[in-house]
Antibody, heavy 122, light 107 residues
Framework: EVQVVESGGGLVKPGGSLRLSCVAS????????MSWVRQAPGKGLEWVSS????????YYADSVKGRFTISRDDAKNSLYLQMNSLRAEDTAVYYC???????????????WGQGTLVTVSS | DIQMTQSPSSLSASVGDRVTITCRAS??????LNWYHQKPGKAPKLLIY???TLQSGVPSRFSGSGSGTDFTLTISSLQPEDFATYYC?????????FGPGTKVDIK
């Protein structure tokens, strides 16, 4: 059975830091890019960051660049997101998702966790 | 960044109805377009990738079409479990952007 489980969310004050974790089981983790996607309360989906299987390629949304850092540990089938200098607008459910690459060049998010809620408020 | 739009933003339909949702990209994205649906409190689920390929395990009543800038998701006969919000997403270039969503609810 495929399981993707995020943790580490919670309430943090503006300017604070938080580290999210994601552990995957029942699916191939190494060899795939992984991503974080977030969803503010009542809003749509926003891609946050992706990391390639080799960690050679790392991408961030402009909204988090310079504040968030994505990393992975394939030995633990784990993905991380270090979030610093948090702002109220970072309040969202953060999803971990596997980014699948097809031979056509198309990519999609094929497995998702259930998300972890980050609330930034004083 | 590539902007994605969807129409309608919401629709009401009955079980058994044929439903069509449209997604438009601000520039050509070839066939690098995916569709997801999301139920309240749940994670998004991949339905269609590469504009028209059905994800494994997804019922055949779902279909996708289009290329370039205009895409369509069709549900041939709406079922009770299909009431959800539907999102398109482009994977042509980073940042991978999503459409604003189309909420499908019960008439």
């Amino acid at each position: 059975e495929v399981q993707v489980v995020e943790s580490g969310g919670g309430l943090v004050k503006p300017g604070g830091s938080l580290r999210l974790s994601c552990v995957a089981s029942g699916l191939t983790f190494s060899g795939y890019s992984m991503s974080w996607v977030r969803q503010a309360p009542g809003k749509g989906l926003e891609w946050v960051s992706s990391i390639s299987s080799s960690t050679s390629y790392i991408y961030y949304a402009d909204s988090v660049k310079g504040r968030f850092t994505i990393s992975r540990d394939d030995a633990k089938n784990s993905l991380y997101l270090q979030m610093n200098s948090l702002r109220a607008e970072d309040t969202a459910v953060y999803y971990c998702a596997r980014l699948r690459l097809h031979t056509s060049g198309s990519q999609d998010f094929d497995y998702w966790g259930q998300g972890t809620l980050v609330t930034v408020s004083s | 960044d590539i902007q994605m739009t969807q129409s309608p933003s919401s629709l009401s339909a009955s079980v058994g109805d044929r439903v069509t949702i449209t997604c438009r990209a601000s520039q050509t994205i070839s066939s690098y377009l995916n569709w997801y649906h999301q139920k309240p409190g749940k994670a998004p689920k991949l339905l269609i990738y590469g504009a028209s390929t059905l994800q494994s395990g997804v019922p055949s009543r779902f279909s996708g079409s289009g290329s370039g800038t205009d895409f369509t998701l069709t549900i041939s006969s709406l079922q009770p479990e299909d009431f959800a919000t539907y999102y398109c997403q482009q994977s042509y270039s980073s940042p991978f952007t999503f459409g604003p969503g189309t909420k499908v609810d019960i008439k």
